[in-house]
T-cell receptor, first 116, second 115 residues
Framework: DQQVKQNSPSLSVQEGRISILNCDYT??????FLWYKKYPAEGPTFLIS?????DKNEDGRFTVFLNKSAKHLSLHIVPSQPGDSAVYFC???????????????FGKGTHLIIQP | DGGITQSPKYLFRKEGQNVTLSCEQN?????MYWYRQDPGQGLRLIYY???????QKGDIAEGYSVSREKKESFPLTVTSAQKNPTAFYLC??????????????FGPGTRLTVL
C-alpha cells in the first residue's frame, strides 16, 4: 500500500510558466515532507522541505504548500526553466517513529519536462 | 570537499554470486541508508543505520545484508537470495537527529546488472 502517492507520472510545462507538482499521503503520522530532484543515473538532490506545523515554505523559485486536512502537498516552480527538467520525488518522514533518522518514504516521482 | 561516494558506477555480476556495493561519506553524518530504485518506481528503503555497529531493516531487506563498522562506511551486500537484484542502488546519509535528520544527502548511485 503506497503511503506517498504522486499520481502524475509526467508533466509538460512551457518555459517561463508555473510548474505544479502534486503529492498525496495516507499516513497521518507523517509530519515532515521533502522534495527531491533527480537527473537520470544520478542520486537525488534535496530541494525543499516543510514541517507539518507550517502550510507554506518558500525558497527562491520553489514553494511547497501543505494541506494537512487533505493530506496533500504541492511543489510550485516559477518561472520554470529548462534546467528544471528532471524527475521530482516527494518524500515523507515521521518524527514519532524515532525521529528523522529512520528513512524516508518516497513517492514514485513525476517527470517534469520544460518545453522551450 | 564533503560528500558521499559510491563505487563502482556500473557493476555486472553473474546470477548466484554475492556482490558488495561500497558507500563512503565524509560529512560526519551519524545516519546512513540504502535504497533501490526500479524503473517507474520510487526509492525503496533496504537498510538503515543510525549509529556505528547498529542497523535496522527497511521495507525490502530480504536478500540483502549490511555492516556499519565505521561511521564513514556502510557497505551493502546483495546476496544470491535476492530474487531481482538488477536495479539502481542509492546510498544516503543524514545528521540523524531531529527534523534535519530527515534531510538526506545521496551518493551518485551504482547500477547493478545481474546477468
Amino acid at each position: 500500500d503506497q503511503q506517498v502517492k504522486q499520481n502524475s507520472p509526467s508533466l509538460s510545462v512551457q518555459e517561463g510558466r508555473i510548474s505544479i507538482l502534486n503529492c498525496d499521503y495516507t499516513n497521518s503520522m507523517f509530519d515532515y515532507f521533502l522534495w527531491y530532484k533527480k537527473y537520470p543515473a544520478e542520486g537525488p538532490t534535496f530541494l525543499i522541505s516543510i514541517s507539518s506545523i507550517k502550510d507554506k515554505n518558500e525558497d527562491g523559485r520553489f514553494t511547497v504548500f501543505l494541506n494537512k486536512s487533505a493530506k496533500h502537498l504541492s511543489l510550485h516552480i516559477v518561472p520554470s526553466q529548462p534546467g528544471d527538467s528532471a524527475v521530482y520525488f516527494c518524500a515523507a518522514s515521521s518524527m514519532y517513529s524515532g525521529g528523522g533518522a529512520d528513512g524516508l518514504t518516497f513517492g514514485k516521482g513525476t517527470h517534469l519536462i520544460i518545453q522551450p | 570537499d564533503g560528500g558521499i561516494t559510491q563505487s563502482p558506477k556500473y557493476l555486472f555480476r553473474k546470477e548466484g554470486q554475492n556482490v558488495t556495493l561500497s558507500c563512503e561519506q565524509n560529512l560526519n553524518h551519524d545516519a546512513m541508508y540504502w535504497y533501490r530504485q526500479d524503473p517507474g518506481q520510487g526509492l525503496r528503503l533496504i537498510y538503515y543505520s543510525q549509529i556505528v555497529n547498529d542497523f535496522q531493516k527497511g521495507d525490502i531487506a530480504e536478500g540483502y545484508s549490511v555492516s556499519r563498522e565505521k561511521k564513514e562506511s556502510f557497505p551493502l551486500t546483495v546476496t544470491s537470495a535476492q530474487k531481482n537484484p538488477t536495479a539502481f542502488y542509492l546510498c544516503a546519509s543524514s545528521i540523524g537527529e531531529g527534523l534535519a535528520g530527515a534531510e538526506q544527502f545521496f551518493g551518485p548511485g551504482t547500477r547493478l546488472t545481474v546477468l
